[in-house]
């Protein structure tokens, strides 16, 4: 059976269920300094982006400024978060080890903030040295950049061609497709809205997963059509 070079996952929202933790947190700041939102309004527009490009994005669309202590101030209530409360999504480790391929993870999060989260729901091990941040390239540019991914291909060896990527954001997808990677949606963390899989879809997702025991299955099928073409 035909597997690909690597398979990557995203890890915030895909391996953990933190992106609506971390949304929470980022809505509550936001709103206390004069843009008022919600965790969801966070999670369905900004989900996979930093919290600095969040806040950007919202200077823009809104004009209002935003101090820039507000960044550091997220992060730290946000680790704080996580490191009390974050899960693994179901079923996410007996998944992961069924995977033949080389896998490792592509995140806009910090590999430190990676790690205590895989350490705590136990899933460290299945990424022990193949964890890339996207702070931490030769560019440090965050998705929707490809550079996070072209980086953990070049260093792994893999054909971004035959790399599938595992993404629960627009802008994680858009990034996987600008390196040039097939990329299978994910919509089974909390932070999933109505729409959510139709967005992935449109932005070149070639599938959407709701449930992690579908994820064999859509690695096979996808494999065998790559063939088959």
Known sequence: MPQPDLVIFDCDGVLVDSEILAARVEADLITKAGYETTAEEIAETYAGLTFKDILMAIEEKAGIPFQIAM?????ALIDRKLRNEVRAIEGVGQAIARVAAPRCICSNSRTERIEFMLERTGLLPLF???IFSALETPSGKTKPAPDVFLHAAETLGADPANTFVIEDSVHGVTGA????????????????YPGHADALTEAGAETVMRRWAELAGVIAALSEWSEDA
């Open 71 to 75: 960044i550091d101030q997220a992060e």
């Open 128 to 130: 022990a040295g193949r």
């Open 177 to 192: 497709r600008r390196a040039g990677m097939r990329v299978i949606g994910f919509t089974g963390a909390s932070h999933s």
